[in-house]
């Protein structure tokens, strides 16, 4: 299984995404702005020659428009994001993270950029206009130190204006511009790049930015949409000089190198890059916002590193060797059973939480590609469904830790699960359904057969070993009802690949989730018949489709619940998953060397190794108890802020 996020535009603060889009192949071609070369062409605006002059990219600005700071929007009365008891480290010790596979590419955009790993990375390295406050959900600064919004006389569009922060910086200590913003939308909406839900998002809601000056820009709605500024704020700025260059230029010169960022973390040298192995981000002694308030006392850890263990047993064997720093559990059993017989848990060494906040929840499941027989015959996927036996799943192999999904959004009043049905297992239901659909005979294997004298027969490709104890069980039930089902063990890279080019029948997919939800890029039909983007399933509805524009528009947040609601009623009773299981928690383990809020993690923070790398700081005392109970061979440790044999952390009071 490979984990996807189902969006891109990084706001710092979260780091996590707010806005959907997804890569995929769009038709070659340029707009009528694309440059011809590696310098880009202006967009019309004329006077003050401001550049990157090293890079040979420059831009002529209009004169400097006079700014009244009274007539925009800024925020200053939020909470402060880091902790004050916050520590800068200047050690050479990385905090450790673990990638399941290596990404194919580095690139923000194009093929195989959607990515959970990626979007992590990016980032820690960029930035965006505005960002969302983790705590409030407000609108904060990031680049953009003031804001407004206009509603046109049209009444049908909007304008939104940003002014850039005059201290924002590159990592080359160039200063950030409107030409930056400029090209990072045009880069969006180049089909060159092959991308085309970025496409869909950007091109169909916005015309052309327009500089204004140096430091500000403003962006003409084609529509009105609740989201729009929420989109064009939060995606993340790129270099124009770097981002500015014809399609083919950028998806080769980039696939394995990063662009100049702005955010606290740089790829500091190419030995930091091990391609298959890790790579390791520093952060920056000059980061531009290092003062800023909203940035105060985050970002600790001078350095970051990704390295690849594909294995979850080995990576927790690592991790109780000292060789990682925290280990997310994922297995249930673990949990239960194992964690709490380790004699580094029971001596403090290791610390042991539940960790409970109000992120909101991805789905999981078998996802039906329904352009194809079996899977293009409803009964057939109920039928699935039906033979799919979380059930037991949770009760024998999940120690009951977790919940049966039937929503695309579980657990939220922004979806219908109170109202869907809840699929059961029940092979005799899915008998009556697979007869319906003309299995009715089977061959001498015992096998069913269709109408056209064809086994019915599918093939479950996977990416990590461990799924096999949980693929084993779901294999005889569809055996024990006439359906032959093979297991295919494929390296990460290669089933990535497959799955983008559809090329399979049924897959196992997690979902990350957004704050906001937008089911179009997952569900749309514009879509459905693309490759490499979020619609894994093929769906289309016409239904679904007409919906996807309401929602748009309507500011009324009760109202978008009911038509988020509608659309997770219409999808789910279409059955374009066979839904899996979730949890309202993470379980966190981590070696007792860092101090951290009480909280642990944000209020909607979906992984906790996010807030870690943006919240949490080396502790010198933790580390010296540490190292005493370490060498001593017998001291123990509180569980710190807690006691029992499990810790749950519940700061927003939710369970």
Excluded at 86 to 104: E, H
Excluded at 186 to 197: G, V
Excluded at 457 to 466: A, C, E, K, M, R
Excluded at 515 to 541: I, M, R
């Amino acid at each position: 299984m490979q984990s996807r996020t189902i969006a891109r535009f990084v706001l710092p603060a979260l780091l996590t995404a707010l806005a959907c889009a997804a890569p995929g192949c769009g038709d070659s071609g340029k707009s009528a702005n694309a440059p011809d070369s590696g310098t880009a062409g202006t967009p019309g605006a004329t006077g003050t020659t401001v550049g990157a002059a090293a890079s040979g990219f420059q831009y002529d600005f209009p004169a400097d428009v006079p700014f009244d700071a009274a007539e925009w929007t800024t925020a200053t009365d939020y909470e402060p994001i880091g902790d004050p008891r916050a520590i800068k480290d200047d050690g050479d010790r990385p905090f450790r993270m673990v990638w399941a596979s290596f990404p194919p590419t580095l690139r923000t955009d194009g093929p195989n950029s959607n990515l959970t790993q990626l979007s992590i990375m990016h980032g820690l390295m960029f930035e965006s206009l505005v960002q969302l406050h983790p705590e409030t959900e407000e609108f904060i600064p990031c680049l953009a130190s003031y804001w407004r919004i206009e509603d046109n006389e049209d009444g049908k569009t909007q304008t939104f204006w940003f002014r850039i922060n005059e201290k924002a910086r590159w990592a080359d200590g160039s200063p950030v511009t409107a030409a930056d913003v400029y090209y990072s939308f045009w880069h969006r909406i180049q089909q060159d790049r092959k991308d085309p839900s970025n496409v869909m998002v950007f091109d169909s809601g916005y015309e052309m930015p327009e500089i204004v000056d140096r430091l500000t820009i403003k962006v003409t709605t084609k529509k009105i949409g609740w989201r729009l500024f929420l989109y064009f704020g939060g995606m993340s700025i790129y270099p124009a000089d770097e981002c500015s260059i014809p399609g083919d230029r950028y998806l080769d010169e980039y696939n394995w190198k990063l662009m100049k960022g702005t955010g606290p973390y740089r790829l500091a040298s190419e030995k930091d890059l091990k391609k298959g192995e890790s790579l390791t981000l520093t952060r920056r002694g000059d980061w531009w916002a290092e003062d800023e308030p909203w940035a105060r006392n985050t970002y600790n850890f001078r350095r970051i590193r990704f390295s690849v263990i594909t294995d979850r047993e080995i990576e927790y064997e690592k991790f109780k060797k000292g060789e990682l720093d925290w280990f997310l559990v994922g297995r249930a059993q673990r949990w239960v059973e194992d964690i709490p017989k380790e004699p580094l848990i029971q001596r403090g060494l290791i610390q042991k939480r539940k960790i409970y906040n109000e992120a909101p929840q991805g789905y999981s499941g078998f996802a039906f590609n329904m352009r194809r027989p079996p899977f293009d015959d409803r009964r057939v996927r109920l039928a699935f469904a039906h033979l799919f036996n979380r059930e037991q799943l949770i009760e024998k192999l999940f120690f009951n830790q977790y919940e049966p999904i039937n929503s695309l959004m579980p657990g939220r009043d922004w979806g219908a699960g109170d109202e869907n049905e809840m699929i059961h297992f029940d092979p005799d239901r899915a008998l009556e359904l697979l007869a319906e659909a003309g299995y009715k005979e089977r061959d001498a294997d015992g096998y069913l057969v269709g109408p056209d004298g064809k086994r019915l027969s599918v093939t479950l490709p996977f990416g990590n070993q461990g799924w096999e104890r949980i693929w084993l069980p779901v294999k005889e039930d569809y055996e024990a009802a006439g359906i032959e089902f093979e297991l295919k063990l494929l390296d990460p890279s290669t089933l990535i690949k497959l799955i983008d080019d559809r090329q399979f029948t049924i897959y196992f997919q997690s979902w990350g989730a957004l704050l906001f939800p937008n089911l179009e890029t997952s569900f749309s039909s514009k879509l459905a018949d693309q490759f490499a983007n979020n619609n894994l399933c093929g769906y289309k509805n016409p239904k679904v489709d007409a919906l996807f524009p309401k929602y748009d528009v309507e500011f009324d947040r009760k109202k978008q619940k009911e038509i988020t609601r509608e659309l997770d009623r219409l999808i789910c009773a279409d059955i374009p998953y066979a839904f899996g299981w979730y949890a309202r928690y993470k379980r966190l383990l981590y070696w007792p060397r860092y101090g951290h809020p009480a909280s642990y993690v944000t209020r909607i923070d979906q992984n906790p190794q996010n807030s870690m790398m943006l919240l949490w700081w080396y502790d010198a005392e933790r580390t010296a108890a540490l190292e005493r109970a370490q060498a001593d061979g017998k001291s123990t440790l509180p569980q710190y802020d807690g006691e029992g044999e499990e810790r749950v952390v519940m700061p927003w009071a939710k369970k």
